[in-house]
Structures are given as structure tokens and as C-alpha cells.
């Protein structure tokens, strides 16, 4: 597998991650880390940054064989 796969699936990951610690501790109005509904956002944009740049670098990476 191509290290550029594998590194775009770890991006992809760690966004998935984000945007469900993000949207969790948006609806229990922020958690330790995240006080407030606004700051509780922050991990959520980190993730869908992190998951579509995952995406797209998985999408674009030509298979080397």
C-alpha cells in the first residue's frame, strides 16, 4: 500500500474522530477540554478539516503496482 494511502486513511480517521468528540461535546454544551457550545465547535471544524483532506489525498493518489 502506498504511503500516501495510508497517511490519507489516517487523516480520514482522526477527522471522523473530530467531528464526533466535536458534535458530542456540542450537544452536552461543552466537556473538560471544550467549555462552551462555541469553543466545542473548534474540535469539529479540526475534524472535517482533517477528514475531507483525508479524502481527498486517498481519491487522488495513483496505485503504483
Do not use: C, H, Q
Not at 502506498?2 to 490519507?8: C, I, L, P, V
Amino acid at each position: 500500500m502506498n504511503m500516501k494511502r495510508t497517511f490519507g486513511a489516517l487523516l480520514t480517521i482522526l477527522g471522523i474522530v473530530g467531528i464526533i468528540w466535536g458534535a458530542y461535546a456540542f450537544i452536552n454544551g461543552g466537556d473538560g477540554v471544550a467549555v462552551g457550545k462555541f469553543t466545542a465547535a473548534v474540535p469539529f471544524v479540526v475534524g472535517l478539516i482533517f477528514f475531507f483532506s483525508g479524502i481527498n489525498l486517498v481519491k487522488t493518489t495513483k496505485d503504483e503496482a
